[in-house]
């Protein structure tokens, strides 16, 4: 078996080789490429200013029309071949502190749809237009600013060439100004983005540069790049260079302080304890060693102020992956995070400051402080370096732990590039102690991942390896690896994706995310894409996924057979089919209702099959929905249920969302049969551009707990807020109280 997988590894490997071989070097162009290509003409110019613009967005000031703007946007929906019916034109000019972006959208009408006055908007359903700067022209990393018609702002980073959604983080924050104006027939926009947000080589004259803009009322959305519809929207492989007339410099000295104060109580009804009060201070610093690399410091954090994670109904038997919402890890968090996959990750930010006591609960540990320098040494390397460390604590029988990363990144061809990660997890244990645990005193992973992005995107990809390196165990050293493969194939008509992955047992990352070890997966995807000329419908899609896994040692323990197809209408909304056959072999016996009833037998295997339909409106209407029925057979009896979410919105101070689950799956006896329900409503009201409330309850049966969480946040001044947070727990059987918080916290920007 084992050698089989090994001549399977080695043939992907070797395609990959040839598909990077096909690439021009970074510092070799291909002679044979059309040279207008290659170097495209600059889709713009900047000048410098020496008139101060004043931003509001109205754009009267002659500075902005003393270079040559960037225009003729071109459609990406409906249709990708031809000329955007309301046009956009962006204007752009620097001075020594800023970088100025003004824009002036064509419109058909004054009737714009805003879903609310909140910072960082999701950019689908409204009215918008987004701005992409790639300073190092990689094509690979880029800042994103936006703006709408109300003037409503939002910031973001996308690493990894903007392949997927999963590549865009809208957690990032930094100082900049923006205002909006709308008039007779159009709106307008203007940004001021200091060069102390940015990371750039000061010695470069071109940058990178596209812009995309969502138009509800044409019903359009359309890019100054050119961006077929195969792409997503965000692609950074279509991007072309603006020119400054001269090289902007970065500020002689660029350091920010975010000094916090917080402080609340909490009592734990169940536990019966006393009420719990805390007061503390920290801080959070940014630092530019460079124009290209930032460390950022912070002591004694605190994340108090982070939303709440979106709950499920867990039918599977694995760990569950929720997303990093903590500004500290943010900025280049691909250079950290990006290795491996989200199910091989050699490094999960959300292990630090959580941990299991001796009784096995996840607990909150204090972290003492933190350091990460992060970014771009030049236009090919990018070096990362990260270290936290932790309290001990006596009574979890937890020591003191520090936490080390360090990662390289080396640009190969034009967009591709090789990267180098050693993890460190090291515990200091006293040794008087007499609760602390001393078997693991570390745990370490060393990993090399090569990413494959070609300059127009029909071959992506990545192939990796990592080595875990334990302190007590006796497994031999090559049954602690991680190795996986995934290599697509994507142009305007067809998709096909090959991905492999090999995760030996002794393959344990403390600091990593790997909820399923021990197995050899293969998951190979094909799509055909339709684009009707005539009719309501914008696409259509038909494709299969096969999806397997092994045991080394003992054989297929699962497999999935699918069958999907989806339909994407002119109006935006979605229609999806899936059809699946499932393979299910138990090592260990499983409830899937989590409902302590009794489990599925272990040493059993079952074979079910299911239905899935899938349908979401369109989200610029005032009411809009999504809805997901399921219903098939599921191990050795059957399931139904029903997912759906609708969204009201009260324009243009919010929307209530109310997100459905119920799932009953039916088993016979002895085995249990449940009907398992979550519903959690959610109520975002922004009463102006700077303060936004926001509730969200969430009732989960399977859990047998509700949890409400509401949020106030006043950004009083750029980049410095106030927090106010209530959180609520209770019993969904008697509803009792199991515990109850209300912290503030108070955050400001300085620049000394």
Not at 120 to 145: E, H, S, W
Not at 601 to 619: G, H, K, M, N
Request: hydrophobic fraction near 35%; proline fraction near 5%; charged fraction near 20%.
């Amino acid at each position: 078996m084992e050698h089989k997988m090994k001549g399977a590894l080695l043939l992907i490997c070797f395609v990959l080789t040839t598909v990077t071989q096909a690439q021009p070097l970074a510092t070799d162009p291909d002679p044979n490429e059309n040279e207008n290509e290659n170097n495209p003409a600059p889709r713009a110019t900047l000048v410098r200013t020496t008139d101060k613009i004043l931003i509001d967005g109205q754009l009267n000031e002659n500075s902005w029309f003393q270079g040559q703007p960037a225009t003729d946007f071109w459609e990406y929906f409906p249709t990708d071949s031809s000329l955007s019916s309301v046009q956009t034109e962006i204007y752009l000019a620097f001075d020594d502190q800023f970088l100025y972006i003004g824009a002036k959208c064509q419109s058909v009408g004054n009737d714009y749809v805003i879903n609310s006055l909140r910072r960082d908007y999701r950019a689908g359903g409204n009215d918008n237009l987004t701005f992409l700067i790639d300073p190092f022209q990689d094509k690979t990393n880029a800042f994103v600013f936006g703006m709408n018609p109300y003037g409503v702002m939002r910031e973001a980073l996308i690493s990894n060439g903007g392949q997927d959604f999963s590549d865009w983080d809208s957690g990032w924050d930094n100082k900049w100004k923006g205002e909006s104006h709308i008039g007779e027939g159009y709106w307008s926009c203007e940004l001021a983005i200091p060069f102390s947000t940015l990371r750039f080589n000061p010695g470069t004259q071109q940058w990178n540069f596209n812009a995309y803009r969502f138009d509800t009322q044409s019903n359009t959305r359309s890019t100054l790049v050119r961006i077929p519809q195969n792409q997503t929207i965000m692609s950074l492989a279509y991007m072309d260079p603006i020119e400054w007339t001269e090289s902007p410099k970065p500020p002689k000295r660029n350091i920010s302080i975010i000094p916090f104060m917080t402080g609340g109580t909490s009592k734990n009804y169940s536990a019966g304890t006393p009420p719990s009060n805390n007061f503390a201070v920290g801080a959070d610093a940014k630092v530019a060693i460079t124009s290209g690399l930032n460390l950022d410091l912070t002591v004694n954090p605190d994340f108090s102020q982070v939303e709440v994670d979106q709950q499920v109904i867990n039918l599977d038997r694995f760990e569950l992956f929720f997303p990093e919402r903590r500004q500290f890890f943010i900025e280049n968090a691909d250079l950290f995070s990006g290795f491996g996959e989200q199910r091989v990750n050699p490094f999960f930010s959300r292990r630090i400051g959580i941990d299991r006591d001796t009784a096995g609960n996840a607990i909150q540990v204090p972290i003492l402080y933190g350091a990460r320098l992060s970014g771009k040494l030049d236009n090919n390397w990018r070096l990362g370096l990260l270290n936290m460390h932790t309290l001990q604590d006596d009574d979890a029988g937890l020591p003191a732990i520090n936490y080390s990363v360090a990662a390289v990144q080396r640009k190969i061809a034009q967009r591709s590039n090789i990267g180098l990660i050693f993890v460190n997890k090291q515990s200091f244990i006293p040794e008087d102690s007499e609760t602390i645990d001393e078997s693991d005193p570390f745990n370490r992973v060393i990993g090399l991942d090569y990413n494959l992005n070609t300059p127009d995107n029909k071959w992506t990809g990545k192939t990796y390896y990592h080595q875990a390196v334990t302190a007590t165990d006796t497994l031999n050293f090559f049954d602690k690896f991680a190795h996986g493969t995934r290599l697509e194939y994507r142009i305007r008509d067809i998709s096909l994706e090959w991905s492999h992955r090999w995760i030996r047992d002794g393959y344990r990352p403390e600091l990593g995310f790997v909820p399923r070890r021990n197995i050899f997966q293969v998951n190979p995807t094909g799509q055909l894409f339709f684009y009707p000329e005539k009719g309501s419908i914008n696409r259509w899609q038909i494709g299969a996924e096969y999806n397997s896994f092994w045991k080394p040692e003992y054989g297929q323990t699962d497999e999935q057979i699918s069958l999907f197809g989806e339909l994407n209408y002119k109006n935006t909304s979605e229609l999806s089919l899936t059809i699946s056959n499932d393979y299910t072999y138990l090592f260990d016996s499983f409830d899937p209702t989590r409902t302590d009833a009794q489990p599925l037998a272990a040493d059993t295997d079952y074979r079910y099959t299911s239905v899935e339909l899938s349908y979401r409106s369109d989200r610029r209407k005032v009411f809009s929905y999504r809805i997901s029925p399921t219903v098939g057979q599921f191990f050795n009896g059957y399931r139904y249920s029903l997912r759906g979410s609708f969204t009201y919105r009260y324009q243009p101070f919010g929307q209530i969302q109310m997100n459905v689950n119920y799932t009953y799956v039916d088993l016979p006896k002895p085995f249990a049969s449940a009907g398992l329900f979550l519903v959690g409503p959610r109520i975002d009201f922004t009463f102006s551009k700077s303060l936004f409330l926001t509730t969200f309850i969430q009732y989960n049966s399977q859990a047998e707990n509700m949890n409400i969480n509401t949020r106030l946040q006043w950004r009083f001044a750029p980049v410095s807020d106030f927090f106010l947070v209530y959180t609520d727990n209770y019993d969904t059987m008697n509803f009792n109280v199991k515990n109850r918080a209300i912290v503030a916290k108070v955050t400001y920007w300085l620049n000394p």
